[in-house]
């Protein structure tokens, strides 16, 4: 699918949001053919709504209710809502730390990605460069992924590997890490608005990491 009009995305997030501001900020320049049709958050401070605000993009926080992993049923809907109404095609999830399933996942049918800290199937997760570091692996990484039902186990569409250095904490292999994120989510989210992207199944084809 190749979009005439720059793909609108909808992009959840929970916390500081620097992957979110590497997307904005690519698509601001010119690199990624999208528009952020709306940034939501189920934290009221999130730091996501401040690099959406000072951006004048549309953000906005929803009571997440009473669950501490995820959407109760009434904010799920609110969610849904706001993203249709906001004519959402792609939802990216942002470091938004709550699991979405059934009723949102039906509604978005193949259209959520979500970016995870370790190249999967490794560590999946809470905390994967932690995982990654205790585990003792020299190569982590970070991956896109389409998400499904289960916990960071959708068809993977791009990796960035990242070395773990002699030395590292838990601190430094984390950042090493989301500055990878940084540059593998934008080129992700181009890929897809230039419907280079394919799926079957749990396989993916077309993402160019050298394109960017
Ligand atoms: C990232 O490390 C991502 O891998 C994980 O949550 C973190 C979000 O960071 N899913 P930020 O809010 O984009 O800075």
């Given at each position: 699918?190749?979009?005439?009009?720059?793909?609108?995305?909808?992009?959840l997030?929970s916390?500081?949001?620097?992957?979110?501001?590497?997307?904005?900020?690519?698509?601001?320049?010119?690199?990624?053919?999208?528009?952020?049709?709306?940034?939501l958050s189920d934290v009221a401070?999130?730091?996501?709504?401040?690099?959406?605000?000072?951006?004048?993009?549309?953000?906005r926080f929803i009571e997440p209710g009473k669950f501490r992993t995820k959407l109760d049923e009434t904010a799920e809907a609110a969610f849904v809502q706001a993203l249709?109404?906001?004519?959402?095609?792609?939802?990216?999830?942002?470091?938004f730390m709550r699991i979405l399933k059934g009723e949102f996942l039906r509604a978005?049918?193949?259209?959520?990605?979500?970016?995870?800290?370790?190249?999967?199937?490794?560590?999946?997760?809470?905390?994967?460069?932690?995982?990654?570091?205790?585990?003792?692996?020299?190569?982590?990484?970070?991956?896109?992924?389409?998400?499904?039902q289960?916990?960071?186990?959708?068809?993977?569409?791009?990796?960035?590997?990242?070395?773990?250095?002699?030395?590292?904490?838990?601190?430094?292999?984390?950042?090493?890490?989301?500055?990878?994120?940084?540059?593998?989510?934008?080129?992700?989210?181009?890929?897809?608005?230039?419907?280079?992207?394919?799926?079957?199944?749990?396989?993916?084809?077309?993402?160019?990491?050298?394109?960017?």
């Amino acid at each position: 699918m190749s979009h005439a009009s720059p793909l609108r995305i909808g992009v959840l997030g929970s916390g500081k949001g620097s992957n979110f501001a590497a997307i904005a900020d690519a698509i601001g320049s010119g690199t990624i053919a999208a528009q952020v049709a709306l940034v939501l958050s189920d934290v009221a401070g999130a730091g996501i709504l401040a690099h959406a605000t000072t951006r004048n993009l549309p953000a906005r926080f929803i009571e997440p209710g009473k669950f501490r992993t995820k959407l109760d049923e009434t904010a799920e809907a609110a969610f849904v809502q706001a993203l249709r109404e906001a004519g959402v095609e792609l939802i990216v999830l942002a470091g938004f730390m709550r699991i979405l399933k059934g009723e949102f996942l039906r509604a978005f049918e193949g259209r959520v990605i979500n970016i995870h800290p370790s190249l999967l199937p490794s560590f999946p997760g809470l905390e994967a460069w932690k995982q990654a570091l205790d585990y003792g692996v020299k190569v982590t990484g970070c991956t896109v992924h389409y998400v499904d039902q289960g916990i960071d186990t959708g068809a993977i569409i791009g990796q960035e590997a990242v070395p773990v250095m002699a030395g590292d904490t838990a601190g430094t292999l984390h950042e090493r890490i989301q500055e990878a994120e940084r540059r593998l989510y934008p080129a992700v989210v181009g890929a897809i608005a230039r419907g280079e992207i394919q799926v079957r199944g749990r396989l993916t084809r077309g993402f160019d990491p050298a394109r960017g």
